[in-house]
């Protein structure tokens, strides 16, 4: 019924960037809260950032400053610009969504099948 496209993945040396991208589609009714998470080897997942639908955003510590969450609305589309990369950085990078069904009312949580990201020169 719904899913969640990510793109944008990729190898990069220290210090490059890499956008993200991560498009719902399907039946859609409203979407709250999107974001990314990143799961690392040997780790659990973890949150990058999260945008809600009127904009406000909160990132992890790790990436305050180097990694920028923004969303397009009306393509239910968010992105994850990010900078300065370094090693830490290289993940599994999943996207989120907090979404309603068409016609429905209740927030179901939706993920995306995930974007390799790794940095090393």
């Known amino acids: 019924q719904v899913q969640l496209v990510e793109s944008g993945g990729g190898l990069v040396q220290p210090g490059g960037s890499l956008r993200l991208s991560c498009a719902a589609s399907?039946?859609?009714?409203?979407?709250?809260?999107m974001g990314w998470y990143r799961q690392a080897p040997g780790k659990q997942r973890e949150l990058v950032a999260l945008?809600?639908?009127?904009?406000?955003?909160n990132y992890a510590d790790s990436v305050k400053g180097r990694f920028t969450i923004s969303r397009d609305n009306a393509k239910n589309t968010v992105f994850l610009q990010m900078n300065s990369l370094k090693p830490e950085d290289t993940a599994v990078y999943y996207c989120n969504a907090h979404l309603t069904l068409r016609y429905h009312s209740d927030y179901i949580c939706y993920w995306g099948q995930g974007t390799q990201v790794t940095v090393s020169s």
């Open positions: 945008i809600t639908d009127g904009g406000n955003t």
């Open positions: 399907g039946s859609i009714g409203s979407i709250n809260t």
